[in-house]
């Protein structure tokens, strides 16, 4: 009886074993298209679990696609499952990644791995200690994150928040021609002369004329004469500047690739080697008022909600991704297809707005649209 019991004991250990061998372990891949081209992934498991997950190839854009390369597979990883919430974002680079890991376990199996779909629980979110810092910037786009690194340099101490799960998600990384200034150093070198930076503003203002704009010309002043210190700080930070149109002031590369794809993973550079405080995947709720002054904001993350009491509060960020604003301050604009940025939908303008702040400009706004409208609202 007692070998009868034995034998039962290690039929059930034997099939126990069996059913968690769920992969034959190695290394495999898969692929998938992702937002520019097809992204491969590289899968490693052992017997039971995944232990490693690498994106091996891809063409998607710096900065946006990175968020996705960087975050997702150690999200597999840790959580042993393909059911995880996308890079905030970079949303096609991650279901591309997903995919392909997707196929690469298919191939590794050795049984059902339906386990592997499921999405787990995650930790409830909890009430976080309240920050305190000199300046909060809300928008960790190119605005953002110069904002950030002009205040950590002056010796405050400045918190950056961003919404999306990456560094630069707004339209700076979708520059995709050239960057416009006046009176650059590269302009300079090249021996150009008439494109100073009153050149270009006259340039501007002569633009806004000829269209019937009505330019604040005072804004686009102050937007003129520094523009071409903005090209050569970024030409400093290793962006490769070095072709000069003259007759539309655009400053492009060398190698004529897009210029968001430098700018970006510069200033993002910059932002950690200045030790910024930056938070992602946090979301300014509102403005802290005190006195009538802006005293910091409320935010909520995946981990819970907090304040971040701050002297000074700086937003940024367009409105073109906020279909009620783009109708109301640029309905020319209305219904126009656009390659913009998605996170653009106006929340720092907003929140702005609610606490009594001025806004002005607000007809101006940049949003890649597919098309020119004309001054009679016809596109082509």
């Known amino acids: 009886m007692k070998k009868v ?46 232990t490693a997950v690498k994106v091996l190839e891809h063409q998607e854009t710096a900065s946006i696609g990175s968020a996705a390369i960087e975050q997702i597979p150690g999200r597999i990883v840790s959580g042993q499952t393909l059911a995880v919430d996308a890079a905030s974002g970079a949303s096609l680079t991650s279901r591309a990644i997903l995919s392909a890991a997707e196929e690469a376990l298919t191939k590794a199996a050795n049984g ?4 592997f779909m499921i999405k ?13 810092t000199d300046v909060v910037i809300i928008g960790a786009g190119g605005a953002g994150m110069i904002a950030a690194i002009a205040v950590a340099q002056s010796g405050k101490n400045v918190i950056l928040i961003e919404k999306q799960g ?3 998600g707004g339209d700076s990384a979708l520059t995709s021609t050239s960057v416009r200034g006046g009176g650059s150093r590269l302009i300079s070198k090249l021996g150009i002369e ?25 804004s686009l002043r102050v937007y003129a004469m520094r523009s071409g210190e903005l090209i050569d700080y970024l030409t400093d930070l290793g962006v490769p500047f070095g072709k000069f149109n003259a007759a539309s002031f655009s400053h492009t590369m060398t190698d004529g690739s897009a210029p968001g794809t430098h700018v970006v993973p ?26 009538g002054k802006a005293a910091g904001i409320a935010v909520e993350s995946p981990d819970g ?17 906020n279909p009620e604003l783009v109708a109301k301050y640029a309905p020319q604009w209305t219904n126009r297809p656009t390659t913009g940025a998605a996170s653009l939908t106006g929340d ?4 702005a707005e609610a606490v009594g702040a001025d806004i002005n400009n607000m007809e101006v706004v940049k949003a890649n649209f597919l098309c020119y409208v004309l001054h009679s609202g016809d596109g082509v």
């Open 194 to 218: 008439n494109a100073t930076t009153e050149d270009f503003y006259n340039y501007l203002a002569k633009t806004a004329a000829d269209k019937n704009i009505a330019a604040d010309l005072d």
């Open 166 to 168: 990456l560094l630069g």
């Open 120 to 132: 787990r629980q995650t930790q409830t979110a909890q009430k976080l200690k309240d920050e305190q």
């Open 348 to 351: 720092g303008i907003l929140m």
């Open 5 to 50: 019991i034995t034998l039962f004991m290690l039929v059930c250990l034997t099939v126990a074993v069996m059913a968690a061998t769920v992969f034959k372990p190695g290394t495999y891949t898969g692929q998938a298209k992702g937002r520019n081209g097809t992204v491969s992934v590289e899968v490693t498991v052992d017997g039971s679990k995944i």
């Open 112 to 115: 059902d791995i339906s386990q």
């Open 305 to 321: 909600k907090y304040n971040i009491n701050a002297k000074e509060v700086i937003t940024t960020g367009g409105y073109s991704a």
């Open 266 to 291: 510069a200033l993002a550079r910059e932002v950690v080697k200045n030790k910024i405080d930056y938070r992602l995947n946090t979301k300014a709720v509102s403005i802290i008022m005190n006195k």
